[in-house]
């Protein structure tokens, strides 16, 4: 196997691969982090099936879910980089030291005192999914409702529970439930692992947005099939990965993104890290 980057894109409209994306040629010839980036890239998308345009959104997402609940945690894609990927996403930070959310444009680490710091471009993440977001769907929640009512009203007024959403919802929350993993050292521990030793905040009667997206079921492994969300205050100086919430009353706003763009690392543990298996139980005790 040699060591340049697979480049997957998964068009759910046209169920097209990109053209030159299998190709082994010398257009490898810039990297970021222990990703190297074809000089081509941006030209290789566009010309696929004219998907970089402004009618279809793109998620970007580096590395999997599998590899991240198995331990592989090194940092592989500058935020410097992944910014020219999305104003809107979630995700981690080397060593798996907190929680990553942007949200317009603005990127931020929330760390295990529950602070929102903002990050530096030279900081690397091992796992992140962000887009552009652009609202396509909007609804108001007058009523109460909590996670699972929320993420149910969601799902029935989703137009297919076969593409991938950005998910953003601004509201007033009675209490929010978040978490934050600290900085692990080598060897890694698996995931269901780490959290052991997350921090837990319990927010009550506060505004704040919810950033995150929803994955179809079939993506089990490559992403977290439903939703994944992290939540920010309304000053912006606190959050955490959502394990609970009651909302008073907010906005949901769904960016429908219809295509999939997948960046592997190239080396490092992800290498040799045997994935595929079954890991529900771990995912399961992740998001408690």
């Given at each position: 196997?040699?060591?340049?980057?697979?480049?997957?894109?998964?068009?759910?409209?046209?169920?097209?691969?990109?053209?030159?994306?299998?190709?082994?040629?010398?257009?490898?010839?810039?990297?970021?982090?222990?990703?190297?980036?074809?000089?081509?890239?941006?030209?290789?998308?566009?010309?696929?099936?004219?998907?970089?345009?402004?009618?279809?959104?793109?998620?970007?997402?580096?590395?999997?879910?599998?590899?991240?609940?198995?331990?592989?945690?090194?940092?592989v894609?500058?935020?410097?980089?992944?910014?020219?990927?999305?104003?809107?996403?979630?995700?981690?930070?080397?060593?798996?030291?907190?929680?990553?959310?942007?949200?317009?444009?603005?990127?931020?680490?929330?760390?295990?005192?529950?602070?929102?710091y903002?990050?530096?471009?030279?900081?690397?993440?091992?796992?992140?999914?962000?887009?552009y977001?652009?609202?396509?769907?909007?609804?108001?929640?007058?009523?109460?409702?909590?996670?699972?009512?929320?993420?149910?009203?969601?799902?029935?007024?989703?137009?297919?529970?076969?593409?991938?959403?950005?998910?953003?919802?601004?509201?007033?929350?009675?209490?929010?439930?978040?978490?934050?993993?600290?900085?692990?050292?080598?060897?890694?521990?698996?995931?269901?692992?780490?959290?052991?030793?997350?921090?837990?905040?319990?927010f009550?009667?506060?505004?704040?947005?919810?950033?995150?997206f929803?994955?179809?079921?079939?993506?089990?492994?490559?992403?977290?099939?439903g939703?994944?969300?992290?939540f920010?205050?309304?000053?912006?100086?606190?959050?955490?990965?959502?394990?609970?919430?009651e909302?008073?009353?907010?906005?949901?706003?769904?960016?429908?993104?219809?295509?999939?763009?997948?960046?592997?690392?190239?080396s490092?543990?992800?290498?040799?890290?045997?994935?595929?298996?079954?890991?529900?139980?771990?995912?399961?005790?992740?998001?408690?």
């Amino acid at each position: 196997m040699n060591k340049k980057s697979f480049l997957i894109v998964l068009i759910l409209f046209s169920v097209t691969f990109v053209s030159g994306c299998t190709s082994h040629g010398d257009d490898f010839s810039e990297k970021s982090g222990n990703i190297e980036k074809p000089d081509n890239i941006g030209s290789n998308a566009d010309s696929a099936s004219g998907i970089r345009g402004s009618e279809i959104d793109v998620l970007y997402q580096v590395s999997t879910i599998d590899a991240l609940l198995q331990g592989v945690y090194d940092g592989v894609l500058p935020v410097a980089e992944l910014e020219t990927h999305g104003d809107f996403g979630i995700g981690t930070f080397d060593g798996l030291e907190g929680e990553m959310l942007a949200l317009d444009g603005n990127y931020y680490q929330i760390k295990t005192d529950g602070i929102a710091y903002p990050v530096s471009g030279e900081m690397t993440t091992p796992f992140a999914t962000v887009t552009y977001f652009e609202a396509d769907e909007n609804f108001r929640f007058e009523e109460p409702a909590n996670l699972t009512e929320l993420e149910d009203f969601l799902d029935l007024n989703l137009p297919s529970e076969n593409l991938f959403y950005a998910v953003r919802v601004d509201g007033n929350f009675s209490y929010i439930k978040a978490r934050s993993v600290p900085k692990q050292e080598k060897p890694y521990p698996k995931l269901a692992d780490a959290v052991s030793t997350q921090s837990v905040f319990e927010f009550e009667n506060i505004s704040g947005t919810l950033v995150g997206f929803r994955a179809p079921e079939y993506v089990k492994g490559v992403n977290v099939p439903g939703y994944h969300l992290h939540f920010i205050t309304g000053d912006r100086n606190a959050g955490g990965h959502v394990l609970d919430l009651e909302m008073e009353n907010g906005d949901a706003t769904l960016d429908i993104t219809s295509a999939f763009f997948m960046e592997l690392p190239t080396s490092g543990d992800f290498y040799d890290v045997e994935l595929g298996q079954d890991l529900q139980a771990d995912m399961e005790k992740v998001e408690k």
